[in-house]
């Protein structure tokens, strides 16, 4: 089973930056891609940017393009997002999940809310 654990949230004023990693662990940690995901209150989940594993092709929404940057270590169990020039519109818990069935290109894991693999999220408050 792969398990995947969030960590790096927190209260950041508008402008302020904040580095989220997701550990991955679990049998073979097999996966092609990781996402991160945020649900803002009220609102529904959707995907803010994702990484393939193999060759580190990338995806960005519109709305964190520029600001937000994902990333891996070399051993590729670890992917963080390092999220700049935060915004009150940023707030949610932001959730790391993966792709274990090969969904191609990026951008089409990345719109999809299918996965089986969540971790348990972690809160990102960006307020004055």
């Known amino acids: 089973q792969l398990e995947l654990v969030e960590s790096g949230g927190g209260f950041v004023q508008p402008g302020g930056s904040l580095r989220l990693s997701c550990a991955v662990s679990?049998?073979?940690?097999?996966?092609?891609?990781i996402g991160w995901f945020r649900q803002a209150p009220g609102k529904e989940r959707e995907g803010v940017s994702c990484i393939t594993k193999t060759d580190g092709m990338t995806y960005y929404a519109d709305s964190v393009k520029g600001r937000f940057t994902i990333s891996t270590d070399n051993d590729k169990n670890t992917v963080h997002l390092r999220a700049n020039g935060l915004k009150p519109d940023d707030t949610g818990v932001y959730y790391c999940?993966?792709?274990?069935?090969?969904?191609?290109?990026?951008?089409?894991?990345?719109?999809?809310?299918?996965?089986?693999?969540w971790g348990q999220g972690t809160q990102v408050t960006v307020s004055s």
């Open positions: 679990g049998i073979a940690r097999h996966y092609y891609a």
């Open positions: 999940v993966a792709d274990v069935s090969g969904i191609s290109p990026i951008q089409e894991f990345c719109h999809s809310l299918e996965s089986d693999f």
